[in-house]
């Protein structure tokens, strides 16, 4: 079997981007990192270990009062 894709010529070596690749581990280490935070706190009887995503302010407000937003739906 012969390689027969194009290289880019818009770039010195050629090569073609793969989409959002190199983001895909930002997004757990940023949800890791607010659960550590989290698990610091102090005067917080039970940190934490879930927060669904997004990650806005409200929901990492409730989570750090125990009020958990449900899991999402398994298909």
Same mark, same amino acid.
């Given at each position: 079997m012969?390689? /027969?894709s194009v290289p880019c010529t818009t770039n010195a070596i =050629? #090569?073609? =981007?793969?989409?959002e690749l190199g /983001? $895909?581990? =930002? /997004? +757990?280490v940023v @949800?890791? *990192?607010? $659960?550590?935070?989290a698990r610091t706190m102090p005067g917080r *009887? *039970? !940190? +934490? #270990? @879930? @927060? &669904?995503? +997004? %990650? /806005? !302010?409200?929901?990492v407000w409730r989570a750090l009062h125990g009020q958990y937003d449900p899991p999402p %739906? &398994? @298909?």
């Open positions: 012969f390689d /027969t =050629g #090569s073609k =981007g793969v989409g /983001t $895909i581990g =930002g /997004t +757990p @949800v890791n *990192a607010v $659960i550590d935070c *009887a *039970a !940190p +934490p #270990s @879930v @927060v &669904q995503m +997004p %990650l /806005t !302010p409200e929901r %739906l &398994q @298909v």
